[in-house]
C-alpha cells in the first residue's frame, strides 16, 4: 500500500456528529464511502423501495445474516481500492458499525487507517435525532437503534478502541473548529 494513502474512519452512535465531520470532509473534497449507503444499494437492488427505520435495520441484519457480518465492508474495501487506483490520497469512511468491519478494515489497512469516534450525551444524540429532516427519530425510535446497533452489530467496539475522540457537546461552530483542529493536527487536512 502507497504509505501517503491517509483512511479515516468516523464512528459513533446515531446523532454523535458523524454527517457533520463527513460533511467538513467532503467539502475538503476528500471523497467518502458512506456504510450506510452499501446498505440503500443493496435494498435498491432487492426491490426495496421505500426506506423507513424498520424495514432498513430488518434489511441490515438480514443481509448480514445471510451474507455475512463483512458484508458491507467486503464492498467499501473494494470501494477503497477503487479511489486509491485512481489516485486518491485520502479517502473518509462514514458509518463503520461493527467489530467485525473494524477488524477486517484494520487488517487491510493496517497503517493508513485512523478512527475517530465522536461521542455525545445520549439526551443530546436523541434531541438531535428528533430534529433532523432527513429520517427523525423519537426517543422510543433512538433508544431501539442504540441498542439494536450495540447488541446485534457490535457498534461499541470501534467506538472503544478509537485513535481519537472528539465529544460533541456543544454547539455546531464549537464542533466544526474542534474537528478541523483536529484533523490538521493529523495530518488529514491542510
Same mark, same amino acid.
Given at each position: 500500500?502507497?504509505?501517503?494513502?491517509?483512511?479515516?474512519?468516523?464512528?459513533?452512535?446515531?446523532?454523535?456528529?458523524?454527517?457533520?465531520?463527513?460533511?467538513?470532509?467532503?467539502?475538503?473534497?476528500?471523497?467518502?464511502?458512506?456504510?450506510?449507503?452499501?446498505?440503500?444499494?443493496?435494498?435498491?437492488?432487492?426491490?426495496?423501495?421505500?426506506?423507513?427505520?424498520?424495514?432498513?435495520?430488518?434489511?441490515?441484519?438480514?443481509?448480514?445474516?445471510?451474507?455475512?457480518?463483512?458484508?458491507?465492508?467486503?464492498? %467499501? !474495501? &473494494? =470501494?477503497?481500492?477503487?479511489?486509491? +487506483?485512481?489516485?486518491? @490520497?485520502?479517502? /473518509?469512511? $462514514?458509518?463503520?458499525?461493527?467489530?467485525?468491519?473494524?477488524?477486517?478494515?484494520?487488517?487491510?489497512?493496517?497503517?493508513?487507517?485512523?478512527?475517530?469516534?465522536?461521542?455525545?450525551?445520549?439526551?443530546?444524540?436523541?434531541?438531535?435525532?428528533?430534529?433532523?429532516?432527513?429520517?427523525?427519530?423519537?426517543?422510543?425510535?433512538?433508544?431501539?437503534?442504540?441498542?439494536?446497533?450495540?447488541?446485534?452489530?457490535?457498534?461499541?467496539?470501534?467506538? %472503544? !478502541? &478509537? =485513535?481519537?475522540?472528539?465529544?460533541? +457537546?456543544?454547539?455546531? @461552530?464549537?464542533? /466544526?473548529? $474542534?474537528?478541523?483542529?483536529?484533523?490538521?493536527?493529523?495530518?488529514?487536512?491542510?
Amino acid at each position: 500500500m502507497n504509505n501517503d494513502v491517509k483512511i479515516l474512519a468516523i464512528v459513533g452512535m446515531s446523532g454523535s456528529g458523524k454527517s457533520t465531520a463527513v460533511e467538513y470532509l467532503t467539502d475538503h473534497n476528500i471523497p467518502k464511502i458512506y456504510f450506510g449507503g452499501i446498505i440503500y444499494k443493496a435494498m435498491a437492488e432487492a426491490g426495496i423501495t421505500e426506506i423507513t427505520p424498520e424495514n432498513q435495520r430488518e434489511f441490515r441484519e438480514a443481509i448480514r445474516a445471510k451474507e455475512g457480518n463483512d458484508f458491507v465492508v467486503k464492498r %467499501a !474495501i &473494494a =470501494d477503497v481500492h477503487n479511489l486509491i +487506483n485512481a489516485g486518491q @490520497k485520502r479517502i /473518509v469512511l $462514514d458509518g463503520v458499525y461493527s467489530w467485525t468491519e473494524y477488524k477486517i478494515l484494520r487488517k487491510e489497512f493496517p497503517t493508513e487507517m485512523t478512527v475517530v469516534a465522536i461521542v455525545a450525551p445520549k439526551s443530546l444524540r436523541r434531541k438531535r435525532l428528533a430534529e433532523r429532516p432527513e429520517r427523525p427519530f423519537n426517543a422510543q425510535e433512538a433508544a431501539e437503534r442504540d441498542q439494536t446497533e450495540i447488541e446485534n452489530l457490535e457498534k461499541g467496539g470501534p467506538i %472503544a !478502541i &478509537a =485513535d481519537y475522540y472528539i465529544y460533541n +457537546n456543544k454547539d455546531l @461552530k464549537s464542533f /466544526v473548529v $474542534d474537528f478541523a483542529a483536529l484533523m490538521k493536527e493529523i495530518g488529514f487536512v491542510d
